[in-house]
């Protein structure tokens, strides 16, 4: 079972020049092509200033396949920027300003292709349940040049009147998808699905995801398509056993999405704490005979768990996907870098493009290396080795193992107990002499001795 096909449309932004100029002069040079279709460079539709760099749909299953994809999206994004230059401008991300002034904010948008209709639905669910966490790993605040920090989770998606909070889809077909867009447009205002952060593509069978702000670095965009695509590949696993992804409450994934745009990763995010209890409630009481809607409509026993928490237990849930897709953990290492450094703080390509202005270094020429390097990891990888060089090689080795082995940190605790112990001995209240309750052993008697 293969992975899908995946295309990316890369945030730009030209800063000081005509972007129109460097787009005329980038496609006299003709930009490099990949899997027989060309790159596109295209200017936003409403800001023109914003630049977009579009991929064909390609398959990036494996590790070779990944470094052909972004050598060739580096490529095109450094030929980006020297037309910039040239022009006597910058080429920048957006929402990071090499100057005084706040620029635009845009995000990276992703396309992944399913196989069939009950696969596209069933991946739309899965990416809607994840996408406040999506938003939590991928969102940036702005920075301008000399001013403060923006701690905000995602400023492009707090400033935005286009998105949506994506809706649970009982069907993908096109009758089914008409009654979604009437129900936006009676309450929402807004007739079109790809306003929602996770959308179903009619005709051509792909899903649209548009909640992920545009990175300052290729290393961390190229993290963002091997975690689309390790969730793509779950829903796959999911159609193939035949299960399906249930519903899950819009008021619960509204409020999350709230917090992880207001807050990012220092939010609390609010889960359902029994969602399986109360699944084996729900079939106990059809076999009873019971109104299905009486169980449905009960109130969720609510609890929240930090985000960076519920973040990092997605990453060790996906660690069969990872495997499957012959991933390293230099490639996943922007997405490491938010849960398991030893510091406890998250660290992005653009905190080391802050230390970079901070220190009086060419910020330019850095925010061009970090948006046109390749490697896996990037810039990222060279300041973890850096700033924690025991640690961090000791995280990135946890990880080579777990994906070598292809099985979570829980599976692998499973796996390595020795036969007949385990965590929570039932058999100790079996084994006590004269135990409590509880199991506990007894302990002396007054005025005795332990035996």
């Given at each position: 079972m293969g992975a899908a096909r995946q295309a990316l449309a890369k945030g730009l932004m030209v800063q000081g020049a005509d972007p129109a100029a460097v787009l005329a002069a980038v496609s006299r040079s003709g930009l490099p092509s990949l899997g027989g279709e060309s790159i596109r460079l295209e200017q936003h539709p409403r800001r023109q200033e914003?630049?977009?760099l579009t991929t064909p749909m390609t398959w990036l299953g494996t590790r070779g396949a990944r470094r052909e994809g972004f050598d060739a999206l580096g490529y095109a994004i450094d030929m980006v920027a020297t037309a910039a230059r040239q022009a006597g401008g910058m080429l920048t991300a957006p929402g990071l300003s090499l100057g005084?002034?706040?620029?635009?904010?845009?995000?990276?948008?992703?396309?992944?292709?399913?196989?069939?209709p009950v696969e596209q639905e069933v991946l739309c669910n899965l990416l809607r349940r994840h996408s406040p966490l999506l938003i939590a790993i991928a969102g940036r605040g702005s920075f301008v040049r000399g001013g403060r920090r923006d701690r905000i989770g995602s400023r492009w998606l707090a400033d935005s009147h286009e998105h949506l909070a994506a809706r649970f889809l009982a069907s993908v077909t096109e009758?089914?998808?008409?009654?979604?867009?009437?129900?936006?447009?009676?309450?929402?205002?807004?007739?079109?699905?790809?306003r929602m952060d996770v959308a179903p593509l009619m005709g051509n069978g792909s899903v649209l995801v548009r909640c992920l702000d545009a990175q300052a670095s290729l290393a961390e965009t190229r993290a963002?398509?091997?975690?689309?695509?390790?969730l793509a590949l779950?829903?796959?696993?999911?159609?193939?056993?035949?299960?399906?992804?249930?519903?899950?409450?819009?008021?619960?994934?509204?409020?999350n999405r709230a917090r992880a745009i207001s807050d990012?990763?220092?939010?609390?995010?609010v889960e359902d704490k029994r969602p399986r209890e109360r699944e084996r409630e729900r079939e106990r009481d059809r076999d009873r005979g019971r109104r299905e809607h009486q169980v449905r409509d009960a109130p969720p026993d609510e609890r929240k768990i930090p985000a960076r928490q519920a973040?990092?237990?997605?990453?060790?849930?996906?660690?069969?996907?990872?495997?499957?897709?012959?991933?390293?953990?230099?490639?996943?290492?922007?997405?490491?870098?938010?849960?398991?450094?030893?510091?406890?703080q998250p660290l992005r390509a653009q905190d080391l493009l802050t230390r970079s202005a901070g220190n009086g270094q060419a910020l330019p020429e850095a925010v061009r290396t970090a948006l046109t390097d390749s490697r896996p990891g990037g810039l990222l990888l060279d300041a973890v080795l850096a700033e924690y060089p025991g640690s961090g090689q000791l995280m990135l080795n946890v990880w080579r193992e777990a994906l070598e082995s292809g099985l979570s940190l829980r599976a692998r605790r499973d796996h390595d107990?020795?036969?007949?112990r385990s965590g929570s001995r039932p058999d100790q209240r079996r084994r006590g002499r004269a135990g409590d309750r509880r199991g506990r052993p007894a302990g002396p008697s007054k005025g005795g001795k332990q035996q």
């Open positions: 914003l630049l977009r005084g002034s706040a620029v635009p904010l845009d995000g990276d948008t992703h396309w992944l292709e399913t196989a069939d009758r089914h998808l008409y009654r979604v867009q009437a129900e936006l447009r009676r309450r929402d205002g807004i007739s079109h699905l790809d963002h398509v091997l975690l689309l695509s390790a779950r829903a796959r696993s999911m159609v193939k056993e035949g299960r399906r992804e249930g519903p899950v409450s819009q008021r619960l994934l509204e409020e990012g990763l220092r939010a609390g995010m973040v990092r237990a997605l990453l060790d849930d996906l660690v069969p996907e990872f495997s499957r897709l012959d991933a390293t953990p230099e490639e996943i290492l922007p997405l490491l870098c938010l849960v398991e450094l030893p510091g406890g107990r020795p036969p007949g």
